[in-house]
């Protein structure tokens, strides 16, 4: 009874939170305006999250829940050139964050806080987008347009690196969707002649 | 690699005219603040760290400060871009000793990473403010920032004089992403304690990715 009671709780601040950080944003959202919007007391906020940053992380690991699921299931099945499997990947990504660009945002910003407790798992630290982008990688191996010997590990940041910077066009610039994209699709371009067999051949020895 | 203090000091006062007892009093003030406000922005982060508490750990008050410093954000750019300009001179010099495009972008790559290495909060920091917009956009626009961007390009273009990258290599693109590919390895610095070695080795392999492409022949 107590635990179901907690976990109603629970819900409704995460309900509230989701509103207000979406409709005010999430700096201007105060841990009493959620208690207030979920009809709790602040001290039972506090019960359930240790921060403001926790409610944000779990409110945003909840959103990306949908999205990960998404893209679990649809990733497996593309087909064609493995750049061309990667920009559906991202593309899926940034129509999905972008429709709610300001809280996704702050979340990225909260991964560089300095107050995170443990429990408080921000953007980045997030392993199923490396996973499905891996993934992708690695059927590119299979079938053959990915190099075998490629540090996939490497490739994979480097894409992630080119996905999360490209988030800098809506932060600074307001951009759309479409428009980081293609900006995307540009940079996986690139990394694709880095990852390709015969590329990889030609170019000289770095070290 | 000098000691971070070394760029508090304000740039160009080579004037051989004595000072004024009242502009050293300044001088030495803005260096107090400034020194208080690196301290508490790697202990604290930006948003913790409040004018107020700069202020008090400089010894002096608000009021003192503000004669010297628009508000917070005005503090940290000045910070930043002592910073970066020494970073960036770092940089130059570096990658002047390569030989090769991939060496001399590493050497820009690995001259960061050992600058910033003994002071990751402070990056972290930065960091954490340029994904806010009107921060951002204020960190974004410091000379320094444009200066190491600039150098990317460089080396590239130096890439193609040499014979070594195509003249159709996508200058732009490719300078862009290796930036970001730059920046972005500081996160496992950050959060994760990656060592220099292992920094170099990742970068190595980045910069062998992105400029694949553009080899020529």
């Not at chain 2, 917009?133 to 410091?142: K, S």
């Not at chain 2, 920094?199 to 020529?216: E, H, K, M, P």
Request: with cysteine.
């Amino acid at each position: 009874m107590r635990q179901a009671q907690k976990e109603a709780t629970r819900r409704k601040v995460l309900d509230a939170a989701r509103a207000l950080f979406e409709t005010r944003g999430y700096e201007e959202t105060t841990v009493r305006s959620i208690a207030v919007e979920a009809g709790v007391s602040v001290g039972s906020v506090f019960t359930s999250f240790a921060s403001k940053r926790e409610i944000l992380s779990q409110v945003m690991e909840d959103r990306l829940e949908a999205l990960y699921a998404e893209l679990e299931a649809v990733a497996p099945r593309l087909r064609g050139p493995t750049a061309d499997r990667l920009r559906t990947i991202f593309a899926i990504h940034f129509a999905f964050e972008t429709r709610r660009t300001r809280l996704f945002l702050a979340h990225v910003a909260a991964a560089y806080d300095w107050t995170n407790a443990p429990s408080v798992k921000p953007y980045g630290r997030n392993p199923r987008l490396r996973q499905i982008v891996l993934d992708c990688l690695a059927d590119g191996v299979a079938g053959g347009d990915v190099d075998a010997r490629a540090d996939l590990e490497a490739v994979v940041d480097l894409l992630m690196a080119a996905y999360a910077w490209t988030y800098r066009l809506a932060a600074w610039e307001g951009a759309d969707a479409d428009r980081m994209s293609k900006v995307m699709d540009a940079q996986i371009g690139v990394a694709a002649l880095g990852f390709a067999p015969r590329a990889r051949e030609a170019s000289p020895s770095a070290s | 690699m000098k000691h971070v203090s070394g760029s508090i000091q304000p740039a160009g006062e080579a004037d051989v005219r004595v000072p004024t007892r009242r502009a050293l009093a300044k001088q030495q003030t803005r260096a107090k603040v400034l020194a208080a406000a690196r301290r508490l922005f790697s202990e604290e982060g930006y948003e913790g760290a409040t004018i107020r508490d700069i202020a008090a750990a400089a010894g002096m008050s608000t009021g003192a400060v503000f004669a010297n410093f628009a508000d917070k954000s005005d503090l940290f750019r000045d910070i930043m871009t002592s910073d970066i300009a020494e970073l960036s001179r770092a940089m130059r010099e570096a990658a002047s000793k390569a030989r090769t495009v991939d060496e001399a972008l590493l050497k820009i790559f690995m001259a960061g990473y050992s600058f910033y290495k003994s002071q990751l909060p402070l990056a972290r920091a930065a960091f954490s403010i340029s994904w806010t917009a009107e921060e951002g956009q204020v960190l974004r626009c410091i000379e320094p920032v444009g200066a190491q961007a600039e150098l990317i390009v460089e080396q590239l273009n130096a890439g193609i004089e040499r014979g070594e990258l195509s003249r159709e290599c996508e200058i732009k693109l490719r300078s862009q992403m290796l930036f970001d590919c730059y920046l972005s390895n500081y996160p496992r610095a950050i959060f994760e304690g990656w060592s220099l070695d292992a920094l170099q080795t990742r970068s190595r392999d980045q910069i062998r990715v992105i400029l694949a492409g553009a080899r020529r022949g």
